[in-house]
C-alpha cells in the first residue's frame, strides 16, 4: 500500500495546475472557459490540471495574472496592452511578465440610445443621459472612445442588469453593450423602439491616435437587431486569453495545441465567438495583439502552421535566444 501510495504521490507532483480566470458565472463567456479547460483536461489527463475561477472580469484578471493568482485568463486586448506596457490607466506599472496564447475574437460594443431621446447620431450624446456601467472592460473602453472624440453624455452610474431598466424608464437614453447579438437589446426591442448608433473610422483613428491601441472597429450586418436597417462600423473590443510568462513552455504548448485543434468545436457554440473569428487564433493574434506571445505558444505556431511570427509577437525572452 505505501509503494502504490508513493506513485500516486509522484504522479500529483508531475501534474501541472492552472487555474484559469474567467469571468461571473451569469456570463455566457463563463461556460467558454470552462469548456476550453475542458479541452485542455480531456487532452493531457494527469500532465495537466486546469481549474476554472470566477473572476471580476477582464480587467479583474490582468491584474491576478501579474499577481500570480491565476496563471490564465481572458482579457480585453487593448487593456491588456495598457498594461503590458504601463500606459493609461497601468501608467508607471507596467506588467512586462504578461504574454498571450492567441488572438481571440473581435466583438462589437452597440451603442445604444432610445427613439425618443432624438439621438440618432454620436453627435447627440452630448449631455445625454447615458447608463454607464463602471469597472466593466467595455464600459472603460467607450469612455476612452468619447472622450477622444469630445462626445460628453451626462453618465449614469449603475449595473448592467439595471441599465436596461433605467432606458425602459426614461431615467438614461443611451447605454453599451458588448455582444454579437446580445440579449439585452433584444430585450429592450421587445419593449421600445432604439437606435444603434455607427462609429466612423474617423473616430476609431483619433481615439488610437489619443489612447494608442485602445480602439478597435468591427463591420455588423444589416438585421442583427431590428434598428440596424445596413451594414454599420461598430465600436468593438478584442477578447484574447493571455498567460504568465512563468508558466513553462511545455504547458504553453499544449494549451494553445489542446484548443486549436477543438476550436471548431469553440465557435459552433457561441455566435459571439463565430462572428468574430476565433477560429482564426493565429491570424487575430497577427491582426490585433500589441502583448507578445507565450514562446509556447511561438513554438505551436511555428511548428505546426509553418509561420514566421512577426517580431513584435515574440517575447523579449526569445529574442535573447
Same mark, same amino acid.
Given at each position: 500500500?505505501?509503494?502504490?501510495?508513493?506513485?500516486?504521490?509522484?504522479?500529483?507532483?508531475?501534474?501541472?495546475?492552472?487555474?484559469?480566470?474567467?469571468? !461571473?458565472?451569469? !456570463? =455566457?463567456?463563463?461556460?467558454?472557459?470552462?469548456?476550453?479547460?475542458?479541452?485542455?483536461?480531456?487532452?493531457?489527463? /494527469?500532465?495537466?490540471?486546469?481549474?476554472?475561477?470566477?473572476?471580476? /472580469?477582464?480587467?479583474? &484578471?490582468?491584474?491576478?495574472?501579474?499577481?500570480?493568482?491565476?496563471?490564465?485568463?481572458?482579457?480585453?486586448?487593448?487593456?491588456?496592452? #495598457?498594461?503590458?506596457? =504601463?500606459?493609461?490607466?497601468?501608467?508607471?506599472?507596467?506588467?512586462?511578465?504578461?504574454?498571450?496564447?492567441?488572438? %481571440?475574437?473581435?466583438?462589437?460594443?452597440?451603442?445604444?440610445?432610445?427613439?425618443?431621446? %432624438?439621438?440618432?447620431? $454620436?453627435?447627440?450624446?452630448?449631455?445625454?443621459?447615458?447608463?454607464?456601467?463602471? %469597472?466593466?472592460? !467595455?464600459?472603460?473602453?467607450? +469612455?476612452?472612445?468619447?472622450?477622444? &472624440? =469630445?462626445?460628453?453624455?451626462?453618465?449614469? @452610474? @449603475? /449595473?448592467?442588469g439595471a441599465s436596461v431598466d433605467a432606458l425602459k424608464s426614461g431615467v438614461a437614453q443611451g447605454w453599451f453593450k458588448a455582444g454579437f447579438k446580445d440579449s439585452a437589446i433584444l430585450d429592450l426591442e421587445s419593449?421600445? +423602439?432604439?437606435?444603434?448608433?455607427?462609429?466612423?473610422?474617423?473616430?476609431?483613428?483619433?481615439? &488610437?491616435?489619443?489612447?494608442?491601441?485602445?480602439?478597435?472597429?468591427? @463591420?455588423?450586418?444589416?438585421?442583427?437587431?431590428?434598428?440596424?436597417?445596413?451594414?454599420?462600423?461598430?465600436?468593438?473590443?478584442?477578447? !484574447?486569453?493571455?498567460?504568465?510568462?512563468?508558466?513553462?513552455?511545455?504547458?504553453?504548448?499544449?494549451?494553445?495545441?489542446?484548443?486549436?485543434?477543438?476550436?471548431?468545436?469553440?465557435?459552433?457554440? $457561441? #455566435?459571439?465567438?463565430?462572428?468574430?473569428?476565433?477560429?482564426?487564433?493565429?491570424? &487575430?493574434?497577427?491582426?490585433?495583439l500589441n502583448v507578445p506571445l507565450h514562446p509556447g505558444a511561438v513554438k505551436f505556431y511555428r511548428e505546426v502552421l509553418k509561420v514566421k511570427v512577426p517580431d513584435h509577437l515574440?517575447?523579449?525572452?526569445?529574442?535573447?535566444?
Amino acid at each position: 500500500m505505501f509503494f502504490i501510495f508513493t506513485l500516486t504521490g509522484l504522479a500529483e507532483a508531475k501534474k501541472t495546475h492552472i487555474k484559469w480566470g474567467a469571468t !461571473s458565472v451569469r !456570463s =455566457g463567456l463563463y461556460a467558454n472557459t470552462v469548456q476550453m479547460a475542458s479541452i485542455v483536461n480531456k487532452a493531457y489527463p /494527469g500532465e495537466i490540471e486546469v481549474t476554472v475561477v470566477e473572476t471580476g /472580469g477582464f480587467l479583474e &484578471n490582468l491584474t491576478r495574472v501579474g499577481k500570480r493568482t491565476i496563471q490564465v485568463g481572458p482579457a480585453d486586448a487593448s487593456a491588456a496592452y #495598457a498594461n503590458y506596457e =504601463g500606459i493609461i490607466d497601468y501608467k508607471g506599472k507596467a506588467n512586462k511578465d504578461l504574454r498571450a496564447l492567441w488572438g %481571440g475574437y473581435v466583438t462589437p460594443i452597440h451603442i445604444v440610445t432610445t427613439k425618443k431621446s %432624438g439621438a440618432d447620431s $454620436l453627435q447627440k450624446l452630448n449631455g445625454l443621459p447615458f447608463a454607464m456601467n463602471p %469597472g466593466t472592460t !467595455s464600459g472603460r473602453a467607450i +469612455e476612452l472612445f468619447f472622450d477622444a &472624440n =469630445g462626445i460628453k453624455p451626462e453618465y449614469k @452610474m @449603475m /449595473g448592467i442588469g439595471a441599465s436596461v431598466d433605467a432606458l425602459k424608464s426614461g431615467v438614461a437614453q443611451g447605454w453599451f453593450k458588448a455582444g454579437f447579438k446580445d440579449s439585452a437589446i433584444l430585450d429592450l426591442e421587445s419593449a421600445m +423602439e432604439v437606435n444603434i448608433l455607427p462609429v466612423t473610422q474617423k473616430m476609431v483613428d483619433a481615439a &488610437n491616435q489619443k489612447y494608442p491601441g485602445q480602439a478597435k472597429s468591427m @463591420m455588423i450586418p444589416s438585421g442583427l437587431f431590428k434598428a440596424v436597417k445596413k451594414d454599420e462600423l461598430s465600436f468593438a473590443y478584442v477578447v !484574447s486569453d493571455f498567460i504568465h510568462k512563468d508558466v513553462s513552455e511545455d504547458v504553453a504548448y499544449k494549451i494553445v495545441k489542446a484548443v486549436y485543434e477543438k476550436r471548431k468545436d469553440l465557435v459552433g457554440n $457561441l #455566435a459571439t465567438l463565430r462572428e468574430g473569428n476565433f477560429d482564426d487564433m493565429y491570424g &487575430n493574434a497577427v491582426k490585433h495583439l500589441n502583448v507578445p506571445l507565450h514562446p509556447g505558444a511561438v513554438k505551436f505556431y511555428r511548428e505546426v502552421l509553418k509561420v514566421k511570427v512577426p517580431d513584435h509577437l515574440l517575447p523579449p525572452e526569445m529574442k535573447k535566444r
